[in-house]
C-alpha cells in the first residue's frame, strides 16, 4: 500500500502562511487534503487530479489556499495564505491509489492512503 507523509504544519499568526507537504511512496491517481478538529467529522479542504484540472477546494478556502503537486514525484502541497482563527486543524493528506479518473474526489471514501497528519494553529 501507498504510504504518505505530510509535514509542514506549526503555529502562525492570524493572517499568515504556511505550507504543507505530502510524499506518497508510490503512484497515485489524485491526492487531496482533509483537515479535522475534535469532536468534527474529517472536513475536505482541496484535491488535485493528475489527469484533470484545475483543482477543487473547499468554499472556506477558495482564494487563500493553493493546492499544487508534482505527479512524477508522488508530491503535493497545500499552500495556505491569510490564515484565520477558524482554520486550525489536524491537517490530513489523502491519496486516491486506486481508481483512475479525471473527478474529483470529495469526500474522505474516496480516498484509500492517508497521512499521519500535521497540526496546523493559529493564534489571534
Known amino acids: 500500500q501507498v504510504q504518505l507523509v505530510d509535514t509542514g504544519g506549526g503555529l502562525v499568526q492570524a493572517g499568515g502562511s504556511l505550507r504543507l507537504s505530502c510524499a506518497a511512496s508510490g503512484r497515485t491517481y489524485a491526492m487531496g487534503w482533509f483537515r479535522q478538529v475534535p469532536g468534527k467529522e474529517r472536513e475536505f479542504v482541496a484535491t488535485?487530479?493528475?489527469?484533470?484540472?484545475?483543482?477543487y477546494y473547499a468554499d472556506s478556502v477558495k482564494g487563500r489556499f493553493t493546492i499544487s503537486g508534482d505527479n512524477a514525484k508522488n508530491t503535493v502541497y497545500l499552500q495556505m495564505n491569510s490564515l484565520k482563527p477558524e482554520d486550525p486543524a489536524v491537517y490530513y493528506c489523502?491519496?486516491?491509489?486506486?481508481?483512475?479518473?479525471?473527478?474529483?474526489?470529495?469526500?474522505?471514501?474516496?480516498?484509500?492512503?492517508w497521512g499521519q497528519g500535521t497540526q496546523v494553529t493559529v493564534s489571534s
Open positions: 489523502a491519496a486516491d491509489s486506486i481508481s483512475y479518473g479525471s473527478s474529483w474526489r470529495l469526500t474522505q471514501y474516496e480516498y484509500d492512503c
Open positions: 488535485i487530479s493528475w489527469s484533470a484540472s484545475p483543482a
